[in-house]
């Protein structure tokens, strides 16, 4: 589903504050202020949102501004979401937990709703905005925090694949089918993931071929057993005649408990689940039941906390 919002539907004096509430409801409850002192009345901007299966992406064209979450907007919404500013044209800078992240063409950061932070912009500049689940990335990485407004470069490595990825995605995503949808975001997820673990700060201990070995062989049995309800860190390390503190011991490198990923995993599935053509006539309580879960409201609570919409809601996109 494609939006287009701009500032040209209102007259110029209403532009400022049309904008204002046009970036709130896009992203999180936001102010926005010019940068010089007088010159709202000149603002122009435009949104064209894009929203794929638990990723919405956005490409934002504007005028020089200065964006603020403060203390007050925080407490004023219980938005959890990570956001990443890919600077498409002009200087941007994303400011967050005592770190400035200056941003040139093909440059991005991550930033995070739970916490203040401010965007500015000295001239008119694009960006692509990507928007996820605070969940779901808080899934992959470990200590987020440490990597918030830290440039990741775009000419180079995982950075440079996911600006190649986003450009076609931004040629292509309206004829998108929503399986392929879902494995396109997924695809941006992980390639997000794979330029932040670049970040110095995401450095960890390389794990031996041995802790490598068992970690995968847990994984696995896992993933074979998901549609259990009765799958249990204790039940594992009976099948596979390991101790309980040994399975922890070999998930101590992830940022996901066994437990945690365990559910992870029977969400995934169930999200890829809901848009599958073949399973449309099936109950959303039925597809949750098939993988493992036992409590459909459980269910649905853990569903929206992870994909940041209902089951029923994520099954929509498939018609849509």
């Not at 992406?57 to 990570?82: A, C, E, L, N």
């Not at 800078?93 to 992240?101: F, L, S």
């Not at 945690?260 to 169930?270: F, G, M, N, P, T």
Request: charged share 25%; glycine share 6%.
């Amino acid at each position: 589903m494609t939006q287009l919002l701009s500032t040209d539907a209102v007259p110029r004096d209403q532009r400022l504050a049309y904008w204002t509430d046009m970036i709130c409801n896009v992203y999180v409850q936001l102010g926005c202020d010019p940068v010089r002192e007088g010159d709202s009345g000149d603002f122009e901007g435009s949104i064209r949102q894009h929203t794929l299966p638990g990723l919405d992406v956005s490409v934002v064209t504007s005028s020089p501004q200065k964006v603020m979450r403060t203390p007050g907007h925080i407490s004023h919404s219980s938005d959890d979401y990570f956001l990443v500013s890919i600077q498409a044209s002009g200087r941007g800078v994303v400011r967050q937990d005592g770190r400035d992240a200056v941003l040139s063409a093909g440059d991005f950061a991550l930033y995070d709703s739970t916490r203040p932070y401010q965007l500015l912009f000295d001239e008119s500049f694009e960006q692509i905005v990507l928007k996820l689940p605070g969940e779901r990335l808080r899934s992959e990485l470990r200590d987020t925090q440490a990597l918030t407004a830290t440039t990741v470069s775009g000419r180079e490595g995982a950075g440079h694949l996911l600006l190649g990825m986003i450009r076609t995605l931004r040629e292509d995503i309206d004829t998108l089918q929503p399986a392929s949808a879902l494995a396109v975001a997924n695809g941006v997820q992980n390639i997000l993931v794979a330029g932040l673990q670049t970040l110095p700060a995401a450095s960890a201990p390389s794990l031996s071929n041995l802790t490598a070995y068992h970690l995968a062989r847990v994984k696995r049995r896992i993933d074979e057993q998901l549609a259990d309800p009765s799958l249990s860190v204790s039940t594992l390390a009976a099948e596979l005649g390991v101790s309980v503190s040994h399975i922890h011991r070999v998930f101590r490198s992830e940022p996901l408990t066994p437990s945690q990923y365990i559910w992870e995993r029977r969400l995934e599935a169930c999200s890829r689940d809901l848009l599958e053509p073949r399973l449309a006539g099936r109950p959303v309580a039925d597809i949750a039941y098939g993988r493992g879960f036992n409590d459909a409201a459980h269910f649905s609570r853990a569903f929206k906390e992870r994909f940041g919409c209902s089951p029923r809601e994520w099954r929509q996109q498939r018609i849509q």
